[in-house]
């Protein structure tokens, strides 16, 4: 089972991503979040009676946690910018998962990639990280970086446009 601090960042990411509902399953115990309007309710529940560690939940009651969440005050940009893309004919590189954008390996490191870098489809062009693992994004086109639609640090959703890359 995960550790108290583990589930409050998933809560955290949940939160501030537009996923409505996230369940996540191991070791015999399952926890499922589910956003309404203004709430997210996060309900943690052992599967089959096992006893779970380091949490408050027993195998008769589930723990309920909320956080308040706020409203979305307009469309995104991105929206904006995937319509650009297609008319331009350009590749969107877009995150696998939710996590956080790094632009390089480390803060004292250059970035993977700039506007006007080339890259082929092998490249490492940044890293998403989701609960301490550091994820490499690859290009899988060969192109030009046209834009970066993120910034450092920036937290990004499932499907998110990150570059959009002129194909070759």
Do not use: W
Request: net charge negative; with cysteine.
């Amino acid at each position: 089972m995960l550790k108290v601090q583990e589930i409050r960042e998933l809560i955290k990411l949940v939160d501030q991503s537009s996923i409505d509902e996230f369940v996540f399953e191991q070791d015999g115990s399952k926890i499922k979040m589910k956003k309404n309007k203004a709430e997210t309710t996060v309900v943690a529940q052992p599967i089959n009676q096992i006893p779970v560690a380091e949490t408050t939940v027993t195998s008769q009651q589930p723990a309920v946690f909320e956080v308040k969440q706020e409203t979305p005050a307009a469309e995104k940009p991105a929206a904006r910018e995937e319509e650009a893309a297609e008319a331009a004919n350009l590749h969107k590189i877009t995150s696998p998962m939710v996590g956080t954008f790094y632009q390089s390996s480390s803060p004292d490191s250059p970035p993977y990639v700039k506007v006007g870098s080339k890259v082929t489809n092998d490249s490492i062009v940044c890293i998403v990280e989701a609960m301490k693992l550091f994820n490499e994004i690859e290009a899988e086109v060969n192109g030009e970086i046209v834009e970066i639609l993120v910034s450092d640090g920036q937290l990004v959703e499932y499907g998110q446009p990150l570059f959009l890359v002129k194909p070759e």
